[in-house]
């Protein structure tokens, strides 16, 4: 059985282990690389069809160091792509990898059969036709691997892109859109390297159980780039693709910013914060006023989110630091000067309209009942012995359907996490929050959300418009990878 004591040395004897997997590269490296823009794929431009190939190539993370990786028609992540809203979009996906992959479109309102979650496998050397319609309002929204059991591994060897969808909104409102201009894409993960430089995934007992978090951040697949950008408003678009790591974001001289849009679009009105948390699989669009002309580093925090951070208050389990640079280009001239003063009009969810009331128990702490009577520190912990964690008391079963919904209704759902913040995201809607830990959410989350920060407990009102079969259905989970993939995930009908 396990003891307090118990689990409190197999933490320590882990926890020593964290961060002696290698160096970490960016203590070399210092705003040497101007930051790498993705291509970006205009859908409708391209005759509403888009081709990606998911495949095998080579990047350098450290100048002149070039190391095998995986990408979306590119050596690591993939374009950028384009989508109008009312459009429907045929894409192939191409896998010349060696093993089956998936590719989810995180973000997007669609039925279960094209959401390209773990039911939907591309074996490897095959090929994946279908079509995306859309139908929500502008938003950024991204894509990346799914298959079960493999997420965080084929997420970690470098396939994600982005999605930026279109409507007309923004250019209506004067929101900065020259894209790679005013306009930038922020991919941020994290890695651990070894010596010649290449991206080490080997996760331990305790990476299974905290989240795989490595000691050099990246943006763009780039350590420490540095972004040359116009002496006015500037618009990111940032999306937290790590596999577990938050992202507690500010900038080194403290500025002001603005958060215009999260997860699912708009916000009423933009937010002023000095600093934002972006957990793994959220995103949000932020102003950054650069009129001042002075060059600026933003940071992040130090990642404390950690099973049982009652006991182990003060230890970091991935260590802050400088993300990115942006220097004054004094030869570049945005669009904007200011951010407007509203936004659009944001639907208040009506709770009285609810028909189910549901509740999902993040179960972090069965891996230590899970292994057969194995404790942390066994051969084969949390690697395939059998599932370390569930919802609900069940850890993922691809065969079982664990909700059943109705197609045009709205459900109240009620989360709680048991030892640390887990990052809850829902395949084919967009949510609002509710109350989290008991209290209305802070102004930035009031808007359309897929991915909500679980600390203690959250409630969100789930409207179900996408058609999800017994063949086909919809996921819930953890978007801690390794927690997804050791049975932190759920799936849901919608007829």
Known sequence: MLTRRRFMMATASCSAALFTKSGA????????????????????????????VVAPGLHAFRPGQPVRSFGYSAPILGPVIRLARGETIDITIENKMSRATTVHWHGLIIPGEVDGGPHNTVAAG???KTQLSIDQP???AWFHPHPHGETAEQVYSGPAGMLILEDGTGTNLGLPNAYGLDDLPLVLQDRFFDGDAAPVYEPSPMDVMAGYRGNTIIVNGSIRPVARVPAGLVRLRILNGANARLFDLKFSDRRTFHV???????????VALQHLVVAPGERYEVLVDFAGGSDVVLETGADQNFPMMGMMRGSAVAPGGQ???????????????APPKKLVDVPSLDISQTVARRQFILNDMMMMGMMGGGMMGDPGFGRGRSPAMAINGRPFNMERIDVASKRGTLELWRINSQTM????????????IV???????????????DTVLVSRTAQILVPLSQRASREHPLM?????????????MGQYTCL
């Open 260 to 270: 215009i849009a999260s997860d699912g679009g708009y916000l009423a009105a933009p």
């Open 323 to 337: 993300v990115m640079k942006f220097e004054i280009d004094p030869t570049k001239s945005g669009i904007a000067t």
């Open 421 to 432: 913040a887990h990052p809850f995201h829902v395949h084919g809607t967009q949510f609002q």
């Open 435 to 449: 109350s989290l830990d008991g209290a209305p959410p802070p102004s930035h989350m009031r808007g359309w959300k």
């Open 25 to 52: 590269l960016a203590d070399d490296v210092w705003f040497e690389t101007p930051l790498p823009v993705p291509q970006l794929i205009d859908a409708k431009s391209n005759s509403n069809s888009v081709l990606l």
């Open 476 to 488: 819930f989970h953890c978007h801690i990878l390794e927690h997804e993939d050791a049975g932190m």
């Open 138 to 140: 502008e938003t950024t």
């Open 126 to 128: 095959g090929r994946w």
